[in-house]
């Protein structure tokens, strides 16, 4: 599996509608064009309605009024937040996407009592990794979203990972919750988590997976390393999701995967009522392709 | 410069002497010979003789009696960590190397008050990384030896890096505290210690380089990233030092660079009155090689 198959897989899904708060940004409108021209889904625009229009006229005149594409003005970027988040409410839309706005305002909107998208879970973010020479996704989560997760809400962001990865055809996702070791230090407190997770797992609290940790990266994704450390485990050497026991190591994982792996990217917010996709400026428009082709295949799940 | 050209660089430096403390294993005997090979420096082994040499006559006949190679008896594992680290402190060897033994017996050793190396200072590693379709070495302190440094223990970590990097030539190294974000949250710790660290190297606190954080990876190696963000610094996406905030971190960024990245590493910890080697089972031949010809150069400085 490939992030280019994930996009044959989001078109053959039908056509799921994408609400975009504050869309009037050249980069997010290059990618609802990029969306469209994949066919990944209808979309609504909620913005500044004349800065909408134009760009996508800069885009091609065919844009401007394309069957695929709704502007719908807002005089606010909190007016658009919130009419994006009603549009999912009412069913309007199936994936909400963050455009030019603060992602704390978007969250606003999301966490709202009466028209949000609140499930009572946590929203956590999940990135799906394509690395050069590496035969499988590797998922890696939370890296962007969770700033001191507790025990309790690090087995959401789990099991929030895992219905990610079993939208996308990944059944049975093997999880190694990472440490800097694959030995319990009673002064690691990631070692700790690990081994409560993996025991969480076979007493049934975590279901949809296998839960193997600690590991340490090198034996959670190398078989070779695995072995050589003597691990005995179904997880070691084979594990598709990474749970990090930071922010700060799945920030720096992440972009060390992206800057110097050369690995390729799609990531979603998952816990709402829909998938989010929050990209930043920073990433490829590709990328951005990718995240919302993981959106589409999570929100038909 | 890459790695290789450092093994050059140690060739050229009159000989050292490396004191390995219980050299009786397979690949600790490898690592000698394949430095020996390389005129990285003279060898005082310590361990069970017989099997030492047994060992050394495997890998071929003429390392039995090398000139470059002294084989030293002793009864127990702590034994030849005492004798190897006396060595030292008497000035018959330069470097102190790890073989089969624990680290901890080895540091119990080295942190002797009667015949250790303490300087007072603290220990940490760091690690040079040459990384592909990259053109400078990349430091990464501490990926395995501080668990849970304070912010003094941070500023010696710091400051043992930048020790390191000249050593090899880097003489004012550009230092990245980093964190999941370049901006200041309170509520997130790596970054306020980034803050930190940065206004002690302006006040002198912190010398012989340029400190700039928090920075987040991507903006710290990449000028491309740094600029998108408008980010004005003289450190960012120049970073030579990245100064990780916990040892989780440090020690997925280590593995993420080797498994994923493709890079090449070598380590020393430093800190005591002579660089130290620890190499552990599961590094390369060539990375154990390349930590050897670091500590050389560093113990030159």
Chains 1, 2 share one sequence.
């Not at 394509?130 to 939370?142: A, G, L």
């Not at 972009?255 to 009522?273: D, E, Q, T």
């Amino acid at each position: 599996m490939t992030l280019n198959n994930l996009i044959g897989k989001a078109k053959e899904i039908n056509k799921k509608t994408i609400a975009v708060a504050a869309a009037e940004d050249h980069e997010v409108i290059e990618a609802v064009v990029q969306a469209i021209n994949h066919k990944l889904g209808n979309f609504l625009l909620y913005g500044d309605r004349e800065k909408m229009l134009e760009l996508l006229h800069s885009m091609g005149e065919e844009y401007v009024k394309h069957e695929d594409i709704k502007v719908i003005h807002c005089n606010s970027k909190e007016k658009s937040a919130e009419l994006a988040v009603k549009a999912v409410h009412s069913q309007d839309a199936d994936v909400l996407m963050k455009g030019n706005i603060q992602t704390s305002t978007l969250l606003k909107s999301v966490l709202n009592k009466e028209y949000g998208l609140r499930t009572g879970r946590v929203l956590s973010h999940t990135a799906v990794f394509e690395i050069p020479n590496y035969d499988r996704f590797i998922f890696v989560t939370d890296a962007g979203m969770n700033i001191s997760p507790t025990l309790e809400q690090k087995v959401e962001i789990l099991n929030n990972a895992v219905s990610v990865a079993r939208s996308i055809g990944v059944e049975t996702p093997k999880v190694a919750p990472l440490a800097a070791v694959e030995t319990i230090n009673p002064s690691m407190s990631a070692s700790l988590e690990g081994a409560v997770l993996t025991q969480m797992n076979r007493r049934g609290q975590i279901k949809n997976c296998i839960v193997d940790g600690p590991l340490g990266l090198d034996n959670a994704v190398s078989l070779a390393a695995a072995k050589l450390k003597g691990i005995e485990s179904e997880v070691a050497g084979m594990a598709d999701i990474l749970v990090v026991p930071s922010i700060e190591v799945g920030n720096i994982l992440y972009k060390s995967l992206v800057y110097f792996a050369g690995a390729k990217v799609g990531a979603v917010i998952s816990g709402a009522k829909v998938p989010i996709v929050v990209t930043s400026r920073a990433d490829s428009a590709e990328s951005k392709l990718y995240s919302l082709a993981l959106a589409v295949c999570y929100s038909e799940k």
